[in-house]
């Protein structure tokens, strides 16, 4: 049944959840979860369980479990399919031959935000469910992690009208944000933790009551997790009533109301050394234990090798045509800059800092200035949507050009402390970077390959972005080893982001097969020959 050979983690996981009804594998990045998803769904087909698969997935992720996973792990005769709700002509033969064809499993892959949407009534998806009564596997699960959202009401829904068997994967440790685990279990089956979730809140977070202001004059109060604030203001208050003499549970019942806890929270919080807003995880992880395998971070497993994956995306309007205005006639407007080119090797670099995002300009002297493009940026959209699958992991994002370095580090910087490393970086400021990012401090880097790929070890973070990348394999090949040294103990994940234009998809080729950019730009005949 195994077309790849599993490591020992994924057999003893497989062993555990074969026979489960419902599970979840709570895996950190690189460990390989996908495989066993596959493995334990070819189980549950041998067993009768189910003649298809649902999976449910990130955008670009759902396509490649069809390209690259299935094709991979699936040892059974099998049918894969990528779901179009409204499909062209094209798509709508494609999904009449897959429904035909009743032979082998059946895997069809839908994009998560699909259940996004108010009406979720869908004849294809429908005709699919009622003919393979598919077991549903929902990939990088915390998207379902808001009871209250649209699209985690709807999953939670049609996961009440299937009969087959269900699974969540997550890369993100539960401890990180327990208060999510109960819309994952919840999923799967209300009588697994058989608690409803303002309950259940009660008992894992630590609440305060906070106001929210709704504008017009109009404020909201609700109970929210504890803030950090909160907690040194709490810390400090405790002190002072110390010395008055104020015994610890007077205290908790007279300043209840003031900070808007229950007096047990209040406890709580004054006997914790360090600002915590969870607690009793380890009666948490009993509890979903008996479904569950989990794989945290530090833990020592036997790895896979690297994991590379590619992400492809539509380059924007905008962004064609600047590049067919540089490909036709060497010059380009916008935004009242102008770009005029004299090279093959300038048309390379100008058409991959539009990929990036920038149009880059010069003045007679010389100055030069970055204007970003007013189109969206698929790539840094899901850096960022990626960033909650991580958790606490740490991780690198690699890009060539200036303007994008400062762009990812501006952008990311807002939703958790990344430093920059690139040549414009004083060497005291790269090692305070480097001592914050090593100590735990800051959770990312942002920076170049030919200036951060030398010299550092970086084992501590598990997952490389590579927004953007240039012809120098040395440089590549550095950075990817900043990964993966002595003292690894998470395999390494390498995404890549590209775009689906020549000009970038080069590029990676060339990083992929060891050419030089003298090498492949000697084989160029034409200038339009880059964009072919």
Not at 19 to 38: S, V
Not at 133 to 161: F, G, H, W, Y
Not at 362 to 386: E, M, S, V, W, Y
């Amino acid at each position: 049944m195994f077309k790849t050979v599993p490591l020992t983690h994924q057999t003893k996981a497989f062993e555990k959840l074969k026979d489960l009804h419902n599970a979840a594998l709570f895996w950190a990045m690189g460990r390989g979860k996908t495989k066993t998803a596959i493995d334990l769904a070819c189980y549950h087909y041998n067993q009768k369980r189910c003649n298809g698969v649902l999976i449910v997935a990130p955008k670009l992720v759902h396509q490649q479990w069809v390209e690259q996973q299935i094709p991979q792990h699936c040892g059974e005769h099998y049918k894969a399919l990528v779901f179009h709700p409204t499909p062209n002509k094209g798509q709508l033969k494609e999904f009449r031959v897959f429904m035909d064809d009743t032979a082998g499993m059946h895997f069809l892959s839908v994009h998560v935000d699909f259940f996004s949407k108010r009406d979720l009534k869908n004849k294809y998806l429908d005709e699919f469910i009622a003919k393979y009564n598919p077991m549903i596997i929902l990939d990088e699960a915390t998207r379902v992690k808001n009871p209250n959202s649209l699209r985690t009401k709807a999953l939670c829904k049609l996961r009440r009208q299937l009969y087959g068997p269900a699974l969540i994967l997550t890369g993100t440790a539960f401890a990180k944000r327990p208060s999510d685990v109960w819309s994952l279990f919840d999923f799967l089956d209300y009588d697994i933790l058989k608690q409803g979730y303002l309950t259940f809140k009660e008992r894992y977070c630590v609440l305060q009551l906070s106001d929210f202001n709704l504008g017009n004059g109009r404020t909201v109060t609700a109970r929210t997790e504890l803030t950090e604030n909160t907690y040194n203001r709490v810390k400090a208050h405790w002190a002072n009533a110390q010395k008055r003499g104020v015994s610890l549970d007077q205290f908790c019942y007279d300043s209840a109301l003031v900070y808007g806890m229950k007096a047990q929270d209040l406890k709580f919080v004054i006997e914790s050394p360090v600002y915590v807003k969870y607690r009793y995880l380890d009666e948490l992880r009993e509890r979903i234990s008996p479904v569950t395998d989990i794989i945290e971070p530090q833990d020592d497993v036997q790895l896979p090798p690297k994991v590379m994956q590619e992400y492809t995306f539509p380059l924007d309007k905008v962004q064609r045509d600047l590049i067919k205005q540089l490909e036709k006639q060497a010059f380009a407007t916008y935004g009242g800059e102008s770009l005029a080119l004299k090279t093959k090797t300038a048309l390379y670099m100008k058409a991959l800092q539009i990929c990036g995002g920038f149009l880059s300009t010069a003045d007679i002297h010389g100055n030069q200035t970055n204007i970003r493009l007013q189109c969206p940026n698929p790539k840094l959209a899901f850096i960022l949507d990626d960033l909650d699958e991580l958790g606490g992991q740490q991780f690198l994002v690699f890009a060539v050009f200036r303007a994008e370095l400062q762009m990812l580090h501006a952008e990311l910087s807002k939703v958790c402390p990344v430093g920059l490393i690139y040549g414009d970086v004083t060497d005291v400021e790269r090692k305070a970077s480097l001592e914050k990012f090593l100590s735990g401090e800051l959770q990312g880097l942002v920076m170049n390959p030919s200036v951060g790929g030398y010299g550092m070890n970086l084992q501590n973070a598990t997952v490389q972005y590579w927004y953007s990348r240039q012809y120098n394999t040395e440089d590549r090949l550095q950075a990817e080893g900043r990964s993966q040294r002595i003292g690894t103990v998470v395999s390494p994940v390498y995404k890549d982001l590209v775009y689906s234009h020549p000009v970038e998809q080069k590029v990676l080729e060339s990083n992929r097969t060891g050419r030089s950019m003298q090498e492949f730009f000697s084989k160029i005949r034409n200038v339009e020959d880059i964009f072919k």
